[in-house]
Structure formats: C-alpha cells, structure tokens
C-alpha cells in the first residue's frame, strides 16, 4: 500500500468516501485506481476493499455490543483498531474482553467464570485430540486408496532418473500418503534395499519436504468464514510452502550441478563405521492416539515398502491388516471397525476419507470457535506477548532461534510436522500468533520432522546402512541449508514472509483462489511435469525453458515496477495494456459469482411466488 495514496476522487465513478462510527476512510469503487507518488497508477482497489471490508465487521461488531455497559468505554480502543488496520492490514488484532471486570464480579460469578473456563479449556484438548486423530484417520485413508499407486510409481526407474519428476513424484506421493514421514521412510527403505541409490533418493525426499505442507493449508480454509482471519491463517499455512519452494528452486539446480546433498553427507558419515543399529522410534503423540484409530481402521504398513520393492506377492495382499498375530499370541485375531467387512480397499477408503473430513472440519471449527471464547483480555494478552515478545537487549536475535528449537522439539516428539503447523494456524488467524513468529516455529518443525527418517534409517540392513542414513542426513541438510539461506539475513528472512503476505491478501478477497491454489500447486503442475517428461525430454525443455523464463521475465518486472519504474518503457510501467483477464483476478471472480447467484436467484423467485400466492388466498 503506498504511504501516501492519492485517488481520484474529483471524479465520482473513480472513489467515494464511507464513515465508520468515528472514522472515515477514503476507498475507491471497482475500477479505483490509487497513484503512486511516481506518479503511475496501480490497482489500488483490492488491498482498500479488504480494509473496507474489515471496517464493516467492526463496526458490525460494535454496534452488536454498543448496549453493553462494559463495552461504552472502549469507543477509543475501537476508533484506534480502525486507525490500526486502515494503516497495517496485517496489524495484529486488539483482543478485547467484552466482560465485566474480575474485580467487579461477586463470589458466585467469579465461581461460576472459572468454572466455565476449566470447561473450556477442556473442550479444546478434546477437540485437539479429535483434531490429530482425524489427521491420523485421512492420512490412512489416502493410504488405502493411493498405496498401491505410489508404490508402483518408485519402481519407474526411467522417470527416477530425471531429478525434476524425482522432486514431482515426492510431492504427488506425500500428498496422497499425508505424510513426509511415511514417503520418506519408504524412500529410505527403497536405498536400503538397494533398488534406489542416493542421488536419485534426494530429489523425492525434497519433494515430500515440499507436499507435507498442504496439510496446514487445507486447515487454514477453516477460517474463510471471517476475511480477517482468513488473509492470516492462509499466510501463516503457506509460509510453509514458500520456504520449501525457494529452497528447492536453489538447491535442485546446485545438487544437479555439484551434487552438493550427496557431498556433504558423504563427508559427514565418511569417518564413520557402519555396525548393525537397531532403529528406535519416538512416541509420544502416537501413544495417545493409536487406541482409538486402532479401533477404526489397521493398516499394514509393509504393502506399501514391498511393491515399491517390486516384490510379486504384494501385489496380492491388502493393506487393511488380515492377521494381527505376534509372537506371544500367534492366534490373536484382529479387532476393529472396518475389518474383513468385505467392502474392498477402494470403498473403506472412501468411506473413511469422507468420516475423517467430516471430523477435522467438525474439531477445526470446534477449535477456532473455543479459541475465540478463551482468548480474551488479560489471557489473550499474556499469551500473545509470551509467544511473540524477543529477548531483551542485545540477545533479541536469538528469540527466532530459540523459536526454532521450540518448533524442533516439539515435531520431533509428537513426529509429526503437519500436526505442529496445523494446530498453529488457527491461531495465527486470530491474531494470537504473528506470521514473523510462525516462519520460525515452522522452521524448526521442519527440522524435527526429520528425525523419523534418521530413526527408519538406523534400523536397516548393516551392508546398506551407510547409504540409508546418508539419505536421512540429506533430508536434514536440505532443511539446514534452506534455514541458513533464508532466515539470518533480514532482507532474505523477508521474502518468504512477504510472498506469503501477498498469498493472504489475494485470497481474503477472492477466497476461491485458495482451492485453485492448492489444487494447482499440489496436483495439477508436478501431474503435468510428470506428463511432459513422458513425451520426451525434447517436448520437456521445449515447454519448460519459455515457461520458466516468463515466469523470470514477469517477476523481474513486477519488482521493477515497484522499485525502479523509470528504467522501464512507458508501457510496461504497469500492465494495464494487458487484457483485465491477464492482470486481474476480477473476471474470474464475477464469474464465479453470477454462476453462484444462479441458484439463489432461483430460490429468491421461488419463495416470492410463494408468498405472491399466498398474499392472493388472503
């Protein structure tokens, strides 16, 4: 937003004035346009409509409570909420408690507020729990019906070879899987075995690094009801992504140059004398869960490992488990939900993934509702200020760090990242947690995350033990390397944060776009890379070069037009000489819109009939 917008306001098609409560703020109509103290025009009206919007939910909220006595006083904190958020969209909120003091509440009050609090308190860590336990149900449900599949895609050793489909394949895999842990422990297993060997192991483990973010992103839709929110919690889920992306638009092409994952691993295991190790595995989360999700479904978690080993009789089993004997009870049958129902695979899986969609929105809503109710007044402001206040004086640089080791800490015990990051985004959307202070806690998941696969690795063979843990340890290096490119620097620690930013507000206004998003970056691009690697490496370069370099050439101009546009021609100082279809998400959107109203329209037409005739027989 610039500093200090001007619009053109003499001309009543271009701006209007709108008042809330004691304020008034100057935004422009549909084709608005704010200039630039440069003196060039840019599209003004999306990033002033959002504020616009918020004004309204305030000023809607205000007038719902303006009867309350304990609400009269803050007309200030109001008035100074609207200053904030005219200035800083991204402010973080004023959460107020719209409640009587504590000071001024009697005995039995007092009793009954704490009261209701312990009960809240509670219903959260149930919803949670309800919460991780969908994860865990959707994440074996896309196991049922996607196993087999990817399974057989890391036997296409042809496809492997090509480190841009390896990366396509580690996305497409973990985001049927649901989970980093699972792709690269089976890619893990793949070197050990010798089917697979390192470099090529790589690219898919920075793939799956890749595809386990759409796990918060798919949470963050939770929170589109309220835009505010909304534009928050997205920006807070696909700071995940856009980490992942940067690093791996630097590390592939140097690993593909240099090698450099597969050189420093080396180096590090090289002193190192491989002896048999048995592998050991954390569990802290899974102890909790695993008695109930044990009762709805169990899979068996070797089908997946053995087809992608080419093994002939895996083929032939199921992955719903048929026999649960062990060596102390070898008659010992298998008791849950869905077992030997005679459904088929590609049934219980639909099956289980609509019951765990069903429960993950029910407990994200559930949650996003609950933290609301709690997070008012002294509460919010105490939880707010532990997790987003630095270090004093000169130690403030290392607050990030120490968030980071928090984050580490915390995925490696309960292992699992996309659980770490998703129970944080709602909280980012209600303000409680800033985007600055999510990039790192995300940063350190991403390196607890890791230590499953460090753990799978020590547990194979003692002849391929070497090769399986250089795996792992390129995984961590990836992440490592990643942070150390991304984060020291301020002006680099920006960027992600900032492309984020620009994700949150396209999709607060347009908050289809989000689905497209997800849909567009997790499925349809690594799809048609994959497909485009098919027909040839001639039709791949072919297609992938201009792309790619359309792609440099818009973005090289976009930074231009925000920082230099005098070294530009006049008529790429903007892009209003392209179609509004080309620039501008508007269209689609009134599309989508009239297809929508087509409906209503319907109903509203209907009911009028309705009530026409209902006027005539009276």
Known sequence: MPENPVFESDDPE????????????????????????????????????????????????????ALRPSSLHRGSEFSSQQETLAKDPWAMPELADDGPAWSDLSRREKCRRTGFGILKALAALLLLYMFVISLDLLSSSFRILGGRAAG?????????SNPVVGLMIGVLVTVVVQSSSTSSSIVIAMVSSGMLDVPRAIYIIMGANVGTTITNTLVSLAQSADRTQFRRAFAGATIHDMFNWLTVLILLPLEVASGYLVKLTGA??????????EGGNVELLTAITKPLTQLIIQLDSKVIEDIAKNDP???????????CHTKANPNKTCQFLFYNTGLGETNTGIIMVLISLALLCASLVGIVKILNSILKGTMAGALRKALNTDFPGRCSFMTGYAAMAIGA?????????????????????LGVVSIERMYPLTLGSNIGTTGTGLLAAMASDPKSLKSALQVALSHLCFNITGILIWYPLPFMRLVPIELAKKLGTVTAKYRWFAVVYIILTFLIMPACIIGLTLAGSAVLMGVGIPLLLLIAAIVLINVLQAKAPQILPVFLQSWDFLPRCLRSLQPYDAILYKMSCIDCRCCCRKNSDESEDGKARN
């Not at 008042?19 to 025009?41: C, D, L, M, Q, W």
């Not at 590090?268 to 190790?277: A, G, M, V």
């Not at 009789?313 to 719903?320: D, E, L």
Request: proline share 3%.
């Open 268 to 277: 590090i295991l090289s002193s190192w004398d491989p002896q048999r190790n």
């Open 313 to 323: 009789t895996a083929m032939n089993r199921t992955m719903i488990k048929e026999s």
């Open 409 to 429: 800490g915390i995925t490696f015990l309960i292992q699992s990242s996309s659980v770490f990051t998703s129970a944080l985004t709602p909280l980012v959307g």
């Open 14 to 65: 271009t701006g209007d004035s709108r008042s809330y409560g004691s304020s008034t703020i100057r935004v422009p109509h549909h084709e608005g346009r704010a200039a630039s103290a440069n003196g060039h025009y840019n599209e003004g009206y999306d990033e002033y409509r959002d504020v616009d919007i918020e004004m309204k939910n305030l000023s809607a909220k205000r007038n719902s409570k």
């Open 152 to 160: 057989r895609t890391f036997q296409e050793s042809e496809l492997l």
